[in-house]
C-alpha cells in the first residue's frame, strides 16, 4: 500500500457512481509504425527485430526486405541478413566493449531510420555471499562490485533460478538505497510507484565505488525447487536503464485513468524502438 | 511652423517673466514654530523683500501652525493658506494671493461604501454625479474619492442588487461621506431610473465578471454550492473533466489561473481532485473573474485572475448561520467584537463521510479504520482605528486527508499494525493595512504567507502477544511550495478623470519538490532523509493610469515590471497593458484590450488531471517562463439596469508551455524534470456571448463560447501543431432562477459542450524485453495526440429551495437533481482487451456522475 493506492482508492469512491460503456474502436488515424528492437550484450552477434504495425490494434507484420547496414566508430561493417521472423544478423561481427556501432535502415516504404550505441565496459562481480534465513523462508544475498566513479554508470541486476539447464527470471526484493522507488518493498513516491519491480539502478546513490548490495528472495514466490541461482550484474549505458524504466512504467501504468499517454522509450529516429547494449558479468551460486 | 514659432515666444515671454520673479524656492529661516498670519507674511517680507497683494478674503489673522523651521516660501505658504481656496502666484518682487472664485473651487468627497445590513464594503460600486455625469468607483476595500466643484451636487451611489442613495451635498471643505446601501429584495422588480447614464460610469468592462458570493445560485455534485461550479455559467469558462480537474478559463490549463484569497496565492484551488473548489461560500464577500484585458495590478499567471474577497465580517450585529447536506456540515458565525470598530468571520466546513464509516466499523469491533475529509477554516478579524486606518487579518486553511489503519497477524505470536495518512491543503495568511493618506491617496500594505503541502505519512507497528505496539516503520513524504510575500499599493485619485494604480510586489518562494524521511528499526541503514529546497525571488513593480477623455472614452493604460531569480537565473520582463472602453451611448459600449503577461513557476503535472500531487517548479535556465499575449475586443449593451449583453472576440498567443515528451515517463521527477517535458506554443481565440438578467422574480444567465486552442510542440506529434487538451469548440449553457413565492425558489441549469480532445491508442508495436533479449511483448503506442473526442457533453441541473422565517431567523430545505435525465458523459475513455472473449480491443468510455439526488438544510440567524 502506498500513496498513490490511497489516490487510487480515493478515486474508485468517485466511481462508484460511475459506470463503463463499451464501442468499436474507431478508425484508426495513424499510417503503420516501424519499430526496431535490438538489446546486444559485448560479445555478442549483432543483430536486430525489425516489424511495423498494420492498423490492427492487436497484429504486427515483421518486414524481411529492408536494407540495414551497421557501423564501428563510423566505420561499415557490412550488411545485416535478414533470418526469421524480423530478425536481421551480422555474421561472424561480434560487439566490442567502449565502441560507438550504428545502424541505417532503408526501406521504400519508410524513410531511413538510424540509430546508435555505444557498448560500455564489463564490470566484474566482487564477490556474492548468500545466506539461508529459512525460518523466515527467505535467501539473502549479497553482491560486491567495483563502480567507476569518475563516470555516470547504470546497471541491472537479474536473478534466475537454475533447475535441470533451465533457467528463470525470479522476483528479488531489496531495502538497499540503490533500488529506491524500485522494488516493491521500498516503493513510495508517485512517480517511483511507476517503477515498482524495475531492476535497474544508477549509481546516484553509491556511497563510494566500493558497492555492496544486499537483496533477498523468498521461497514462498517460485514453486520450482532451484539448485542454483545466478546472479547476473548488467552494466548498461543510458539507453538500456531508460528503456528498462520505462518499460516498467508501462507496466504498472496499464490502464489507470487519467494518467499520462506516453510511449516507451525510444532512441531511434524515424521510428519507435531501442538499438542499445550491455556488457554482463554473473556468478552462479548454489542453493544451501 | 507658426505654431512653433508661437509656442518659442510664449515661451521666452515665460522664461524671462520667471527671470525677474522673487523666487519661491528661496529657503528662510523662521524663529517661532506658530504665527498669526499676517505676521507672518511679514517675516517673509522682512527676509526676502517679496511684496504680497491679497483680497479681504484672506483672513491674516487666523493662527498659522508651522513643521519646520527652515523651509521655502513656497512651501511655507502651502501650509499657511488654503490651496483650495487661494492660488499663489509670483510676479517681480510681489506675491500675489489670489482668490479662486467660489464655482472654481474644487472639494473631494470621499468614504467607504457599505452594505447598510451586514456593514461589509461592496467593491466596484459607483458614485455618480448627476450634474454633469462624471462619477468614480468603490475600491477593493470599499473606498471611494471624488472632487467636486463648490456647488449644489446630486449624488447617486449605486450597486447592482442595491437600493441607490442620492445625495444633495454643497461642499466647501474636503469632507468624508460613508455610505450604506439597503440591499433589494429578490422579489424587487426593476425599476427604471431617469438617471441610468450614471450606472456605468468610470466601469472597465472588458473580459471581466464580478459577482457577490451571495448571489451563487449554481448547486454541484451532492447539492454543494460551489464557486467553480458558479462560474462555469460564464462565457470562456469550463472544466476539462466532468466534476474533476480545475478550472480551463479560456483554453488555459488550470495552473495558469491566478486565485487570490484576500491578496494570496492559492496553489490548489480544488477539493477532492477537483471535484470541489477550497472556497466555502459563507467566507466569501465578492468574486472577481479577469480572463483578458489584464490590468497592470495582476499578474504572475497567463490564463485568467479570480480575485476572491473574504468578508469582513456584520459590523452591527452577530449573525450565522449553519448547515447540513449529503456531504458536508457548515458553520458561520460573524459580528462586531467592538460595534463599528473590529469585526470578525468565523466560516468551517467538513465532510462527514468518514465520521459515519468510522463509527459503523468501530461499532462492528473492526480494528480497521478508513477515512476521508476535506475541510476549511477561514478566520478574519477588521480593525478600524480611525477613519483613515484600518488593519484587516485574514487566515484560511483547508486541505483533505485520507487515511486507513489496520492491523493482522503476520505470524502466530506477532501482530502488526499499519497506519497511512495521505493529505495535502493549503495554509494562507495575510495582514494587510489600509491607510487613507489624505482624500487623494489610498494606500494598502499587505504581509503575506501562502503555503501549499501534500503530505503522505506511513507508520508500522508490531507487538508480541501481550506486550505494547513497537514502532519499526516510520516513513514521511512531503512536497509542496511556500510563498513569503510583501505587496504595497497607492490609489491616488486626483479628479474624476483619473484614476492611478501603482505598487510594488517582493516574493520569496520556497519550492520543496520532495523532502522523505524513512526510519526502518529492522534495517542497517536505520534512517535516512533527503530534503531538496529551491528557493527562488519575484520583484514586481507596475503602475497603471485609468483616464477618461471626454465623456465616451475611457483608457487604461499600464506597465508591469517583473523580474525573478533562481540560482544563477535570472529573467525580468515588461508586461505592456492596454484597455479601452468607447460608450457609443450610456448604455452601449465597444471595448479592447491587450495584455501580456508572464508566469514564471511552471506546474509539472503527474497525470491529465490537475492531482495534489503535481509539483510547482521555478523557472530554469533550460525551461523558460510562459509568456502570453491576448488582444480582446468587445460589446457591452445594457437593456436597463438589470439585463445586460457582453460580446466578446479574444485570440491569445502563449510561448513556452510545457507538456510531457512522447516517452518520458516518472524517473525522478524532483532532478529531472526539465528532461521529462517540452516546451512549445499555443494559441487560441475565441467568441463569447453572454445575456444575463440579475434582478427580479425571474433572472438567470445564457452564455455561449465558441473557441479554438491548438499547441505545437517540436517533439511531440512530430512537430505538428495538434488541439490542446482544453479545446472545446461550442460551449453552451442556460441557468435561470425562478422566485415562485417569497418562500420558495426554483432553478434550472442546462450545458452542452463538445467534447474534449482524447489521445488513443489503436496500435500496438512489438517491444523487446529488457530481461530477455529473445522475447518480445507488444505495448500500446501513441502516435498522434489529442487526435480523438470525447462524446458531446450535457446535462440538467434542477434544484428548488424552500425558506421559512422562523423566530430567530430563517431556515431553508435545499433539493437538488443534478444530471436530471442521466446522461451518460464520458469523463475518460481509453482502448482495452480485458475482460473480451475475441481478445478485440474495445473502446472503453468511463462515465461519472449520473442521475443524483441531493438535499440539505440550513439556518440563518
Given amino acids: 500500500m502506498n500513496y498513490f493506492k490511497l489516490l487510487t482508492c480515493l478515486f474508485l469512491l468517485l466511481l462508484l457512481a460511475s459506470c463503463e460503456e463499451e464501442e468499436e474502436l474507431p478508425q484508426t488515424k495513424s499510417d503503420p509504425i516501424t519499430s526496431i528492437n535490438s538489446l546486444i550484450g559485448v560479445d555478442s552477434l549483432i543483430k536486430l527485430n525489425l516489424s511495423k504495425s498494420i492498423g490492427s490494434p492487436v497484429e504486427i507484420q515483421y518486414i524481411s526486405d529492408a536494407k540495414i547496414t551497421a557501423y564501428k566508430n563510423d566505420k561499415e561493417l557490412g550488411e545485416l541478413v535478414y533470418r526469421e521472423n524480423g530478425t536481421y544478423e551480422l555474421p561472424n561481427q561480434y560487439m566490442e566493449s567502449e565502441t560507438e556501432y550504428e545502424i541505417t535502415i532503408t526501406h521504400p516504404s519508410f524513410n531511413t531510420i538510424t540509430t546508435n550505441t555505444i557498448t560500455p565496459e564489463k564490470i566484474l562481480i566482487n564477490d556474492i555471499k548468500i545466506l539461508n534465513e529459512a525460518s523466515e523462508g527467505k535467501t539473502t544475498f549479497e553482491l560486491k562490485f567495483t563502480d567507476d566513479a569518475s563516470k555516470s554508470n547504470y546497471y541491472m541486476l537479474l536473478v534466475k533460478g537454475i533447475s535441470n539447464n533451465n533457467s528463470n527470471v525470479i522476483q528479488y526484493y531489496s531495502n538497499d538505497i540503490v533500488f529506491e522507488g524500485n522494488l516493491n518493498v521500498n516503493d513510495n513516491g508517485f512517480e517511483q510507484n511507476m517503477l515498482r519491480g524495475s531492476r535497474s539502478f544508477s549509481d546516484e546513490n553509491f556511497e563510494s565505488s566500493q558497492v555492496e548490495i544486499s537483496f533477498y528472495i523468498l521461497a514462498n514466490d517460485f514453486f520450482v525447487d532451484y539448485q542454483e541461482y545466478k546472479i547476473e550484474l548488467y552494466h548498461l549505458n543510458e539507453d538500456y536503464f531508460n528503456y528498462e524504466r520505462s518499460f516498467v512504467s508501462l507496466e504498472n501504468k496499464g490502464d489507470i485513468p487519467f494518467s499520462n499517454k506516453t510511449n516507451l522509450y525510444s532512441n531511434v529516429e524515424g521510428a519507435f524502438g531501442i538499438f542499445t547494449s550491455y556488457a554482463l558479468d554473473y556468478k552462479i551460486v548454489p542453493k544451501q | 511652423m507658426v505654431k512653433f514659432i508661437f509656442t518659442f515666444s510664449l515661451l521666452l515671454c515665460f522664461l524671462s517673466a520667471y527671470c525677474q520673479n522673487i523666487n519661491l524656492q528661496q529657503e528662510i529661516g523662521l524663529p517661532k514654530s506658530s504665527y498669526q498670519l499676517s505676521k507672518l507674511l511679514e517675516e517673509i517680507t522682512n527676509q526676502t523683500n517679496a511684496q504680497f497683494s491679497f483680497t479681504s478674503e484672506l483672513n491674516i489673522n487666523k493662527k498659522v501652525q508651522l513643521s519646520d523651521s527652515v523651509a521655502s516660501v513656497r512651501d511655507i505658504l502651502n501650509q499657511s493658506i488654503n490651496l483650495k481656496n487661494f492660488k499663489i502666484q509670483a510676479k517681480g518682487n510681489k506675491i500675489f494671493i489670489i482668490s479662486i472664485p467660489p464655482y472654481d473651487r474644487k472639494y473631494r468627497i470621499s468614504g467607504y461604501i457599505s452594505d447598510a445590513k451586514s456593514g461589509e464594503v461592496l467593491i466596484n460600486a459607483t458614485v455618480a454625479n448627476l450634474s454633469n455625469f462624471t462619477g468614480t468607483v468603490s475600491n477593493n476595500f470599499g473606498f471611494y474619492s471624488l472632487s467636486l466643484k463648490n456647488k449644489t451636487h446630486l449624488l447617486q451611489f449605486s450597486f447592482v442588487g442595491y437600493k441607490e442613495v442620492l445625495l444633495d451635498v454643497e461642499l466647501e471643505r474636503d469632507t468624508t461621506i460613508n455610505i450604506s446601501l439597503e440591499p433589494k429584495t429578490i422579489l424587487q422588480e426593476v425599476k427604471v431610473t431617469a438617471n441610468e447614464r450614471a450606472n456605468n460610469i468610470n466601469h472597465l468592462f472588458v473580459s471581466t465578471n464580478s459577482f457577490q458570493a451571495k448571489?451563487?445560485?449554481?448547486?454541484?455534485?451532492?447539492?454543494?454550492?460551489?464557486?467553480?461550479?458558479?462560474?462555469?455559467?460564464?462565457?470562456?469558462?469550463?472544466?476539462?473533466?466532468?466534476?474533476?480537474?480545475?478550472?480551463?478559463?479560456?483554453?488555459?490549463?488550470?495552473?495558469?489561473?491566478?486565485?487570490?484569497?484576500?491578496?494570496?496565492?492559492?496553489?490548489?484551488?480544488?477539493?477532492?481532485?477537483?471535484?470541489?473548489?477550497?472556497?466555502?461560500?459563507?467566507?466569501?464577500?465578492?468574486?472577481?473573474?479577469?480572463?483578458?484585458?489584464?490590468?497592470?495590478?495582476?499578474?504572475?499567471?497567463?490564463?485568467?485572475?479570480?480575485?476572491?474577497?473574504?468578508?469582513?465580517?456584520?459590523?452591527?450585529?452577530?449573525?450565522?448561520?449553519?448547515?447540513?447536506?449529503?456531504?458536508?456540515?457548515?458553520?458561520?458565525?460573524?459580528?462586531?467584537?467592538?460595534?463599528?470598530?473590529?469585526?470578525?468571520?468565523?466560516?468551517?466546513?467538513?465532510?462527514?463521510?468518514?465520521?459515519?464509516?468510522?463509527?459503523?466499523?468501530?461499532?462492528?469491533?473492526?480494528?480497521?479504520?478508513?477515512?476521508?475529509?476535506?475541510?476549511?477554516?477561514?478566520?478574519?478579524?477588521?480593525?478600524?482605528?480611525?477613519?483613515?486606518?484600518?488593519?484587516?487579518?485574514?487566515?484560511?486553511?483547508?486541505?483533505?486527508?485520507?487515511?486507513?489503519?489496520?492491523?493482522?497477524?503476520?505470524?502466530?505470536?506477532?501482530?502488526?499494525?499499519?497506519?497511512?495518512?495521505?493529505?495535502?491543503?493549503?495554509?494562507?495568511?495575510?495582514?494587510?493595512?489600509?491607510?487613507?493618506?489624505?482624500?487623494?491617496?489610498?494606500?494598502?500594505?499587505?504581509?503575506?504567507?501562502?503555503?501549499?503541502?501534500?503530505?503522505?505519512?506511513?507508520?508500522?507497528?508490531?507487538?508480541?502477544?501481550?506486550?505494547?505496539?513497537?514502532?519499526?516503520?516510520?516513513?514521511?513524504?512531503?512536497?509542496?511550495?511556500?510563498?513569503?510575500?510583501?505587496?504595497?499599493?497607492?490609489?491616488?485619485?486626483?479628479?474624476?478623470?483619473?484614476?492611478?494604480?501603482?505598487?510594488?510586489?517582493?516574493?520569496?518562494?520556497?519550492?520543496?519538490?520532495?523532502?522523505?524521511?524513512?526510519?526502518?528499526?529492522?534495517?542497517?541503514?536505520?534512517?535516512?532523509?533527503?530534503?531538496?529546497?529551491?528557493?527562488?525571488?519575484?520583484?514586481?513593480?507596475?503602475?497603471?493610469?485609468?483616464?477618461?477623455?471626454?465623456?465616451?472614452?475611457?483608457?487604461?493604460?499600464?506597465?508591469?515590471?517583473?523580474?525573478?531569480?533562481?540560482?544563477?537565473?535570472?529573467?525580468?520582463?515588461?508586461?505592456?497593458?492596454?484597455?479601452?472602453?468607447?460608450?457609443?451611448?450610456?448604455?452601449?459600449?465597444?471595448?479592447?484590450?491587450?495584455?501580456?503577461?508572464?508566469?514564471?513557476?511552471?506546474?509539472?503535472?503527474?497525470?491529465?488531471?490537475?492531482?495534489?500531487?503535481?509539483?510547482?517548479?521555478?523557472?530554469?535556465e533550460k525551461i523558460k517562463p510562459i509568456d502570453s499575449f491576448q488582444y480582446t475586443a468587445g460589446t457591452h449593451y445594457s437593456f436597463n439596469e438589470s439585463v445586460k449583453l457582453n460580446i466578446e472576440i479574444y485570440h491569445k498567443l502563449s510561448r513556452n508551455l510545457l507538456d510531457l515528451k512522447e516517452t518520458s515517463y516518472f524517473q525522478d521527477v524532483n532532478s529531472n524534470w526539465e528532461n521529462m517535458v517540452e516546451s512549445g506554443k499555443g494559441w487560441s481565440k475565441g467568441l463569447e456571448i453572454e445575456l444575463n438578467k440579475n434582478l427580479g422574480k425571474t433572472n438567470g444567465n445564457i452564455a455561449y463560447t465558441l473557441s479554438q486552442s491548438k499547441v505545437r510542440f517540436k517533439g511531440i506529434n512530430n512537430g505538428k501543431a495538434y488541439d490542446s487538451p482544453y479545446d472545446r469548440r461550442h460551449n453552451f449553457s442556460i441557468q435561470i432562477n425562478q422566485f415562485i413565492s417569497k418562500k420558495s425558489k426554483f432553478s434550472a441549469f442546462w450545458t452542452y459542450g463538445t467534447g474534449l480532445p482524447a489521445t488513443l491508442s489503436t496500435s500496438k508495436i512489438a517491444a523487446i524485453s529488457p530481461y530477455d533479449p529473445s522475447s518480445f511483448e507488444t505495448k500500446t503506442v501513441y502516435t498522434e495526440r489529442n487526435s480523438y473526442r470525447l462524446p458531446d457533453y450535457h446535462r440538467l441541473d434542477l434544484s428548488i429551495s424552500f425558506m421559512k422565517k422562523k423566530k430567530h431567523g430563517t431556515r431553508s430545505w435545499d433539493i437538488s437533481i443534478y444530471n436530471f435525465y442521466n446522461r451518460k458523459n464520458t469523463s475518460y475513455m481509453y482502448v482495452s482487451s480485458d475482460n473480451n472473449t475475441s481478445n478485440t480491443p474495445k473502446l472503453k468510455k468511463i462515465n461519472l456522475f449520473s442521475f443524483i439526488p441531493s438535499v440539505s438544510y440550513s439556518y440563518k440567524f
Fill in chain 2, 215 to 620: 448571489t451563487m445560485q449554481q448547486t454541484g455534485v451532492f447539492g454543494e454550492n460551489d464557486l467553480f461550479q458558479n462560474l462555469k455559467h460564464l462565457p470562456g469558462v469550463q472544466n476539462s473533466n466532468e466534476g474533476l480537474g480545475g478550472l480551463n478559463i479560456r483554453n488555459g490549463s488550470p495552473d495558469q489561473n491566478l486565485i487570490l484569497l484576500d491578496d494570496v496565492p492559492v496553489y490548489y484551488s480544488s477539493h477532492l481532485m477537483g471535484l470541489y473548489s477550497v472556497f466555502n461560500q459563507d467566507a466569501i464577500n465578492q468574486v472577481k473573474l479577469v480572463k483578458g484585458g489584464f490590468p497592470a495590478h495582476y499578474g504572475g499567471r497567463v490564463s485568467s485572475v479570480l480575485d476572491i474577497r473574504m468578508k469582513d465580517g456584520n459590523t452591527k450585529k452577530l449573525e450565522g448561520s449553519y448547515s447540513l447536506g449529503l456531504l458536508t456540515a457548515k458553520f458561520n458565525l460573524n459580528g462586531p467584537i467592538k460595534k463599528d470598530k473590529t469585526t470578525f468571520n468565523l466560516s468551517i466546513r467538513r465532510t462527514y463521510l468518514d465520521l459515519l464509516i468510522n463509527g459503523t466499523l468501530d461499532l462492528s469491533g473492526s480494528d480497521d479504520n478508513i477515512g476521508y475529509y476535506f475541510g476549511d477554516l477561514n478566520w478574519k478579524i477588521v480593525h478600524r482605528f480611525s477613519q483613515r486606518d484600518k488593519l484587516y487579518f485574514s487566515t484560511y486553511w483547508g486541505g483533505d486527508l485520507a487515511s486507513v489503519k489496520s492491523s493482522e497477524d503476520i505470524s502466530a505470536n506477532i501482530r502488526e499494525k499499519v497506519r497511512y495518512k495521505l493529505g495535502w491543503g493549503n495554509f494562507t495568511n495575510s495582514l494587510r493595512w489600509n491607510h487613507v493618506y489624505n482624500n487623494h491617496l489610498f494606500g494598502n500594505t499587505t504581509l503575506i504567507l501562502s503555503r501549499y503541502t501534500f503530505l503522505l505519512k506511513e507508520k508500522r507497528s508490531e507487538k508480541a502477544n501481550d506486550s505494547d505496539y513497537m514502532e519499526n516503520y516510520n516513513h514521511e513524504f512531503k512536497s509542496g511550495i511556500r510563498d513569503f510575500s510583501l505587496k504595497t499599493e497607492f490609489d491616488f485619485i486626483p479628479d474624476y478623470k483619473h484614476y492611478l494604480k501603482f505598487g510594488l510586489e517582493a516574493s520569496l518562494h520556497h519550492t520543496k519538490p520532495g523532502s522523505e524521511f524513512i526510519k526502518n528499526t529492522s534495517d542497517n541503514n536505520s534512517e535516512i532523509s533527503t530534503d531538496e529546497l529551491i528557493k527562488s525571488k519575484e520583484v514586481n513593480l507596475y503602475g497603471e493610469a485609468q483616464i477618461r477623455f471626454g465623456k465616451k472614452l475611457l483608457v487604461n493604460m499600464g506597465t508591469r515590471w517583473s523580474s525573478f531569480i533562481v540560482d544563477n537565473t535570472y529573467y525580468s520582463t515588461i508586461e505592456p497593458r492596454l484597455n479601452t472602453q468607447y460608450f457609443l451611448t450610456p448604455k452601449w459600449s465597444f471595448t479592447g484590450s491587450f495584455s501580456q503577461m508572464t508566469q514564471y513557476l511552471h506546474l509539472v503535472r503527474t497525470s491529465t488531471l490537475s492531482l495534489p500531487t503535481d509539483l510547482w517548479f521555478p523557472v530554469t
